[in-house]
T-cell receptor, first 111, second 112 residues
Framework: GENVEQHPSTLSVQEGDSAVIKCTYS??????FPWYKQELGKRPQLIID?????GEKKDQRIAVTLNKTAKHFSLHITETQPEDSAVYFC??????????FGQGTRLTINP | NAGVTQTPKFRILKIGQSMTLQCAQD?????MYWYRQDPGMGLKLIYY???????DKGEVPNGYNVSRSTTEDFPLRLELAAPSQTSVYFC???????????FGPGTRLTVL
């Protein structure tokens, strides 16, 4: 079945700098790749997603890139702010709309 | 719209007890899911449903049961609770045409 690996597990950046989180997947049939943000004690919330027919997608300070050949996708956050501190999860859908999640990255923005 | 709602928010069970976690959505989503999230870990799929009357196992179904008698409701049943089932349980739903999961607020379960 699908396996999603996420790196790094923790990431600390200075406010205003950029943060990059990377994920790899194993099933070439996966065609949808969402990213979720989870604040402490809260539910995961979708922040951006990308489909396999698109290489890059941007939404204000957030962007996601996808390399289908290498089977990896990345989340890029620019001009980081304290409210970006959270745990971020990537996921892939190999079929039947069943999400397979990565292990998560705890992002800390230092003022 | 209330979105996805879950009850209870917190629960403490003794080993061997049973309980049902309730989940409801008012977005007319076909697909519904149950995940568990252990401390500091990612989400693992327990069961999912593609419509009323249809359910299927996810990655970690042992010790759980589900039913889907209506589009709106998707309860999760724990039989003979064990300490290994201590976790936060999230219910989620999505449209059949879009796989983005909308999550409920979660139920924090402790088994002692």
């Amino acid at each position: 079945g699908e396996n999603v690996e996420q790196h790094p597990s923790t990431l600390s950046v200075q406010e205003g700098d950029s943060a990059v989180i990377k994920c790899t997947y194993s099933d070439s049939a996966s065609n949808y790749f969402p990213w979720y943000k989870q604040e402490l004690g809260k539910r995961p919330q979708l922040i951006i997603d990308i489909r396999s027919n698109v290489g890059e997608k941007k939404d204000q300070r957030i962007a996601v890139t996808l390399n289908k050949t290498a089977k990896h996708f990345s989340l890029h956050i620019t001009e980081t702010q304290p409210e970006d501190s959270a745990v971020y999860f990537c996921a892939a859908i190999p079929g039947a709309q069943k999400l397979v999640f990565g292990q998560g990255t705890r992002l800390t923005i230092n003022p | 719209n209330a979105g996805v709602t879950q009850t209870p928010k917190f629960r403490i069970l003794k080993i061997g007890q049973s309980m049902t976690l309730q989940c409801a959505q008012d977005m007319n989503h076909n697909y519904m899911y149950w995940y568990r999230q252990d401390p500091g870990m990612g989400l693992k799929l327990i069961y999912y449903s593609v419509g009323a009357g249809i359910t299927d196992k996810g990655e970690v179904p042992n010790g759980y049961n589900v039913s889907r008698s209506t589009t709106e409701d998707f309860p999760l049943r724990l039989e003979l609770a064990a300490p290994s089932q201590t976790s936060v349980y999230f219910c989620a739903s999505s449209y059949s045409t879009s796989p983005s999961n909308f999550f409920g607020p979660g139920t924090r379960l402790t088994v002692l």
